[in-house]
C-alpha cells in the first residue's frame, strides 16, 4: 500500500477552522474545556507552554486523555504542538501523534523539508515558520508531502530578525506567507497569535488585519480570544 493511502485524511474542518485554542499540555484539566470552548479546533502545546522538566508528564498526561472518552471521540479537531525536531523531544512526541483522536500535527521552528519529512507520523502537518531560515524556504516548505497549513509564528520570528513591531514591520512577511500558500494550493494559512494584552480590541484588530491580508485564521492562547477572532474572519455582513 503507498503512503498516500495509509495516510490519515485530512479533517475537512480543519481547512475553514478560524480559531485554533492552545492548551499546555500538562494542564489536562483544561482539554475538555478547550474543546468546548466554542474554537474551531484545539492545539495542545508539548512545546513552549511546557517547562523542560514537566514535557514526561504532559505527554503522559495527553496519553491519558486520548484514551478517556473525550480523547478518543472529540468532537473538533485536536491538534498537536510537537517540539521541534532538535529537540530531543521530538520522537516521543510523534509516538503519542499516531493514535486516534489527533487530527494534525503542528511543527514549530520548521526550516527545512526534511524537518517535515521528519514528521513520520500520517496525519497532516502544520508546519510553522518562525525563522528567516524556515522564511527563505517557504515554498519548499509548503510543497512538502501531507502539509495542510502552514503557520506564521510571528512573536518568535521577530525575535529570531531582531524586528520591533509588528504590523508593517511584518507586512511583507505575512504578504509572502500567504501567496506562497495559494501558489501551494494549500489552504489559507493560519496567523501567530497575538499577546495576552489588557488594551480592548487588540486582538480583534489583529485578527481583523490578518484577515484582509488572506490569512485564513489565528491561533488563540485563551478562551476570551476565541469570539473576537472568529469575528474578525466572519463576512463583514455577518459580524
Keep these: 500500500m503507498s503512503t498516500a493511502a495509509q495516510a490519515t485524511p485530512p479533517d475537512a474542518r480543519l481547512a475553514l477552522a478560524h480559531t485554533l485554542l492552545m492548551v499546555p499540555g500538562d494542564r489536562p484539566e483544561q482539554f475538555a474545556q478547550a474543546c468546548a470552548s466554542g474554537a474551531d479546533a484545539v492545539v495542545i502545546d508539548l512545546e513552549d507552554a511546557v517547562a523542560p522538566a514537566a514535557k514526561g508528564a504532559a505527554r503522559d498526561a495527553l496519553a491519558n486523555w486520548l484514551d478517556s472518552p473525550a480523547g478518543r471521540a472529540p468532537h473538533i479537531p485536536v491538534l498537536v504542538r510537537v517540539n521541534c525536531v532538535h529537540s530531543g523531544c521530538f520522537g516521543d512526541d510523534l509516538v503519542l501523534c ?9 511543527l514549530p521552528r520548521t526550516e527545512r523539508v526534511n524537518d517535515v519529512a521528519s514528521a513520520s507520523s500520517t496525519a497532516p502537518l502544520f508546519p510553522m515558520i518562525e525563522t528567516a531560515l524556515g522564511f527563505s524556504r517557504l515554498a519548499d516548505i509548503a510543497a512538502a508531502p501531507r502539509v495542510q497549513r502552514l503557520l506564521f509564528g510571528a512573536t518568535a520570528f521577530r525575535a529570531d530578525l531582531g524586528i520591533m513591531g509588528d504590523d508593517e514591520a511584518l507586512l511583507y512577511f505575512r504578504s509572502q ?4 500558500s495559494r501558489l501551494a494550493g494549500l489552504q489559507r494559512p493560519i496567523d501567530g497569535a497575538s499577546p495576552d494584552t489588557s488594551e480592548d480590541g487588540a486582538v480583534a484588530r489583529a485578527a481583523r488585519q ?21 469575528s474578525a474572519f466572519l463576512p463583514p455582513n455577518e459580524r
Design 98 to 106: 499516531h493514535r486516534p483522536g489527533i487530527a494534525g500535527i503542528v
Design 177 to 180: 506567507i500567504v501567496l506562497v
Design 210 to 230: 490578518a484577515c484582509k491580508l488572506g490569512f485564513g485564521g489565528k491561533l488563540c492562547l485563551h478562551a476570551g480570544q476565541v469570539d473576537p477572532v472568529r
